[in-house]
């Protein structure tokens, strides 16, 4: 017996995979970021081994289109006020009643710890899945979580 539809696969993960999305790369690319994993995922499916975690091999390779976004973004331009206008940006920490704060400030962490941080606590990976999705041990794994608390802790107080 071959691997379930793909339809199902992406039924059941999907809600998982936007979230992790969500907290690596924001709201405003994790739906492109979104369909890109499950384009990768389509392509590659036939190849899936049996027996694997397809939940976690679905978050690896979300893991990777978050890493292109970051370098993407790190190509464009970047928007800048006018230089006689006082208009600034909105800071999205300084929105009453929700978490952008804490998730701009998990988007700020160097791109393993805060794609450790998202699948601990987005996802309920366990330290040996997160290894497994960011290509490390589980102690590394458990140390690049470590770290990314304590920087968020230290940005936070």
């Known amino acids: ?3 379930p539809p793909f339809q199902a ?6 809600d998982d995979v936007l979230r992790f999305l969500v907290a690596c790369v924001g709201p ?7 369909q890109e994993t499950f384009v990768a995922a389509l392509r590659a499916y036939p190849r899936l081994r049996r027996g694997s975690n397809v939940r976690a091999w679905l978050l690896t390779i979300a893991h990777r289109k978050a890493i292109d976004a970051h370098r993407a973004r ?7 006020a006018d230089a006689g206008s006082q208009s600034t940006m909105e800071d999205p920490g300084e929105r009453d009643g929700d978490d952008a704060g804490l998730w701009h400030d ?3 962490l160097p791109q393993r710890q805060r ?8 996802c309920d990976f366990s330290y040996r899945d997160i ?5 490390c041990t589980e102690p590394a794994a458990r140390r690049n979580v470590y770290e990314g608390l304590e920087r968020l802790r230290e940005g936070r107080t």
């Not at 405003?28 to 979104?34: I, M, Q």
């Not at 790190?74 to 800048?80: A, E, H, L, M």
């Not at 794609?115 to 987005?122: D, K, M, Q, S």
């Open 131 to 135: 290894g497994r999705a960011i290509g």
């Open 1 to 3: 017996m071959g691997p």
């Open 106 to 108: 998990v988007g700020a």
């Open 74 to 80: 790190g190509r464009r331009p970047v928007p800048v």
């Open 115 to 122: 794609a450790a941080v998202a699948l601990r606590f987005v």
């Open 9 to 14: 696969l992406l039924d059941d993960h999907a």
């Open 28 to 34: 405003h690319e994790a739906d492109d970021c979104f």
